[in-house]
Antibody, heavy 120, light 109 residues
Framework: QVQLVESGGGVVQPGRSLRLSCAAS????????MHWVRQAPGKGLEWVAV????????YYADSVKGRFTISRDNSKNTLYLQMNSLRAEDTAVYYC?????????????WGQGTMVTVSS | QSALTQPASVSGSPGQSITISCTGT?????????VSWYQQHPGKAPKLMIY???KRPSGVSNRFSGSKSGNTASLTISGLQAEDEADYYC?????????FGGGTKLTVL
């Protein structure tokens, strides 16, 4: 079945780095744009970043621009989020999601999320 | 990239209808017919319920409907059921980005 499984979350100190992974299965990963969306504890959803199916385009939310990098390895069916210079406000559950639709910004399949806690 | 505005909470009794509003700007909701709605139960991932303002994905009940007027989109749930109790988020394309609403907690009384 179509599935996305995130990993790589954990507790990290402010200013340090962390890389999240999202393993895709059950669909042709290389044909779809992919997104990261996060949700701080008790808060709403926040779109983080998108990458085109072939990696040719990447866009970010202002809150993470310059610190986070989205990438993908289509040979491994895996999406990544490299998070540098982490701040307390980056603490959240991070979801990967498949993008579809005319703009690929429609999120039809979501993973279960991985928790990132930024704390000293 | 300011969040879209949703009421914090709404409630209704089983069988009733409720409507959740989602107000954006001329840069997002008002510019594109690309508003979607997501349902999220506690501890679960969001689920797509409405896309392109008023379309339903396969498998979503026809009790869920969407509309838009100007900078405000709306989600209506008719014939409320206990399993509809969840958080609901609107989302709008905003040109190479997208923005979510703050979320609305629906309580079925």
């Amino acid at each position: 079945q179509v599935q996305l499984v995130e990993s790589g979350g954990g507790v990290v100190q402010p200013g340090r780095s962390l890389r999240l992974s999202c393993a895709a299965s059950g669909f042709t990963f290389s044909s779809y744009g992919m997104h990261w969306v996060r949700q701080a504890p008790g808060k709403g959803l926040e779109w983080v970043a998108v990458i085109w199916y072939d990696g040719s385009n990447k866009y970010y939310a202002d809150s993470v621009k310059g610190r986070f990098t989205i990438s993908r390895d289509n040979s491994k069916n895996t999406l990544y989020l490299q998070m540098n210079s982490l701040r307390a406000e980056d603490t959240a559950v991070y979801y990967c999601a498949r993008g579809v639709g005319v703009t690929i910004f429609l999120l039809d399949i979501w993973g279960q999320g991985t928790m990132v806690t930024v704390s000293s | 990239q300011s969040a879209l505005t949703q009421p914090a909470s709404v409630s209704g009794s089983p069988g009733q209808s409720i409507t959740i509003s989602c107000t954006g700007t001329s840069s997002d909701v008002g510019s594109y017919n690309l508003v979607s709605w997501y349902q999220q139960h506690p501890g679960k991932a969001p689920k797509l319920m409405i896309y392109e303002v008023s379309k339903r994905p396969s498998g979503v009940s026809n009790r869920f409907s969407g509309s838009k007027s100007g900078n405000t989109a709306s989600l209506t749930i008719s014939g409320l059921q206990a399993e509809d109790e969840a958080d609901y988020y609107c989302c709008s394309y905003a040109g190479s980005s997208q923005v979510f609403g703050g979320g609305t907690k629906l309580t079925v009384l």
